[in-house]
C-alpha cells in the first residue's frame, strides 16, 4: 500500500482529512462490502448508495476497529499523523481521541437553528448546538426529530459545538404526523371540508320536474346561496322563507 499523501493536519482539516484517510486505507469497494457488519442505520436509505457508503464510511471512522490493529480509525490516524515536536500529542490529537469518547446517539428534538447551527434537545433533556450546512438548514424545522449520532469539535457562543458522526435521519414531528391521520385539522381543511359538505348537500337536492315550483325549488337551496343569486342579479334579498319583500 502506498503511503497516503496529505497536506498539514490543522484543526480546519483534521475532520475531513481523516475522512480522506479511511477512504484511502479501505477503499470504496471494500467499504461497501461492510454493509452487514455496519451497526449504523442503513434500511433508512433503500436504494441511494451514496448515503449508504457515507454512513457505513462514517461508522468506520467513529465506531468500528480493525481487527488487525484493534484500534479506531481515528486512533490511527492521530498515532501516525496528529503529533506535536517533542512526539506527544498535541492539543489536536486529544481532540480528535475525545470525539469517541464523547458520542452522543439519541433521537433528538429540533428546538431551532440559526444560520449554520441547529439546536437539539436529547431525550434527557441536555441541549446542544450542532453544527451543519447552511444549505440544509430548512430541513431542520422546530418540532421535528433528527435521529443520530453528534460529537463536540469546537466552541460556538457559551456551548460547544458539536457536529453529526453519522448521517442525520429526519423524523416528522408530532403535529406534521397527527395532521397526516386526521387529529389535527388547519382553518384551510376545516374551510375545504364545509364548502364540500355544503356543495354535497346542494347538489343532493331532488327535483320532480314539472311539480316543482320555482318557490319550492328555491326553499330547497341554502339561503346562502340564494343571498349570492340575488346579489349577482341585483335584486332585493328575501327574508325567512316563503316570505317575500
Known amino acids: 500500500m502506498n503511503d497516503w499523501e496529505r497536506p498539514k493536519i490543522t484543526e480546519n482539516n483534521a475532520l475531513q482529512l481523516l475522512i480522506d484517510y479511511v477512504q484511502w486505507k479501505y477503499g470504496e469497494e471494500e467499504i461497501m462490502n461492510l454493509r452487514d457488519e455496519c451497526t449504523s442505520e442503513l434500511n433508512f436509505f433503500g436504494d441511494n448508495q451514496y448515503l449508504v457508503y457515507k454512513q457505513i464510511l462514517l461508522w468506520l471512522t467513529f465506531e468500528s476497529k480493525d481487527p488487525q490493529t484493534g484500534k479506531l480509525a481515528v486512533e490511527e490516524f492521530v498515532e501516525k499523523f ?3 515536536k517533542n512526539n506527544g500529542k498535541s492539543d489536536l490529537a486529544n481532540r480528535l481521541l475525545n470525539i469517541t469518547k464523547n458520542i452522543t446517539k ?3 428534538l429540533i428546538l ?8 437539539l434537545e436529547d431525550s434527557h433533556k ?7 450546512p447552511k444549505e440544509q438548514a430548512a430541513l431542520f424545522n422546530p418540532g421535528r426529530f ?3 449520532r453528534i460529537y463536540p469539535w469546537g466552541g460556538w457562543g457559551k456551548g460547544d459545538l458539536h ?14 404526523v397527527m395532521r397526516e391521520m386526521g387529529l389535527i385539522t388547519t382553518p384551510d381543511q376545516v374551510m375545504e371540508w364545509y ?10 337536492i331532488v327535483i320532480s320536474g314539472r311539480s316543482s315550483s320555482l318557490q319550492s325549488i328555491l326553499n330547497k337551496l341554502p339561503p346562502e346561496w340564494i343571498n349570492a343569486i340575488c346579489v349577482n342579479l ?10 317575500r319583500k
Open 112 to 119: 431551532g437553528n440559526k444560520d449554520d447551527v441547529v439546536f
Open 163 to 176: 457536529r453529526f458522526a453519522s448521517i442525520a435521519l429526519m423524523r416528522k414531528s408530532h403535529e406534521e
Open 195 to 204: 364548502e364540500k359538505n355544503f356543495k354535497d348537500k346542494a347538489e343532493s
Open 106 to 108: 439519541d433521537i433528538f
Open 234 to 243: 341585483g335584486i332585493k334579498k328575501t327574508g325567512k322563507r316563503g316570505v
Open 82 to 84: 496528529v503529533k506535536n
Open 126 to 132: 441536555k441541549k446542544f448546538n450542532v453544527k451543519i
Open 146 to 148: 433528527v435521529e443520530g
